[in-house]
């Protein structure tokens, strides 16, 4: 199994356990492209679906994503079959 697809099982899985930093690698893995970064927010963008995603890190929890965001990333995965190819 490769490291995007550990990283897209954990996401799926167990979105609490999920590292900020393995967030944003899994957008990436998934064809986001980094725009920006304002503060703590990183801002990514997807060239052909247009889609656009916000995360931070949770600070509460000793930098791990925020559920809520790596549910969203997961869903527009699904959605558009990012992780195929």
């Keep these: 199994m490769s490291k995007k697809d550990k990283i897209y099982k954990k ?15 899994l957008a990436e893995h998934a064809g986001f ?3 920006n970064q304002s ?8 060239p052909v679906n247009k889609k656009m995603m916000n995360f931070q890190p949770d600070e509460k929890n000793n930098g791990k ?3 809520y965001q790596v549910k969203q ?3 527009i ?3 558009y079959n990012l992780m195929e190819g």
């Design 73 to 75: 990333l997961v869903e």
């Design 39 to 46: 503060g703590s927010h990183k801002i990514y963008k997807h």
């Design 77 to 79: 995965i699904e959605e």
């Design 33 to 35: 492209e980094f725009r």
């Design 11 to 25: 996401a799926k899985d167990s979105p609490e356990n999920l590292t900020f930093n393995e967030l944003c690698s």
């Design 65 to 67: 994503a925020k559920k």
